[in-house]
């Protein structure tokens, strides 16, 4: 479909917005920033350990070493959440 990513960023966006819109402080940009990236990269792990086409399976070390990149801070998320996402991500059909 054409623009499907276009569309898929408004809704990552909007949720973050409103993730942060629900919280009791006032959040940062950080923090809306992270919620966009790792809700992103759950959409592409799930692609990735999914999709029939894909040849060679993600691997927990790329998934964290990718999301690194774009959240280096581990006390925003964690090796261990992001491990869960991962499994969690893994077992699903």
């Not at 629900?22 to 809306?32: A, R, V």
């Not at 592409?44 to 801070?73: S, Y």
């Amino acid at each position: 479909m054409n623009g499907e990513s276009q569309l898929i960023e408004r809704i990552l966006q909007g949720l973050a917005d409103e993730m942060a819109a629900q919280m009791q402080e006032s959040p940062s940009k950080d923090f809306k920033d992270t919620v966009f990236s790792l809700n992103y990269a759950i959409i592409m792990l799930n692609t990735d350990l999914h999709h029939p086409d894909v040849i060679e399976r993600m691997k927990f070390p790329n998934f964290e070493k990718n999301f690194r990149l774009v959240c280096p801070d581990e006390e925003i998320v964690s090796k261990k959440q992001l491990q869960d996402i991962f499994d969690d991500i893994k077992v699903q059909n």
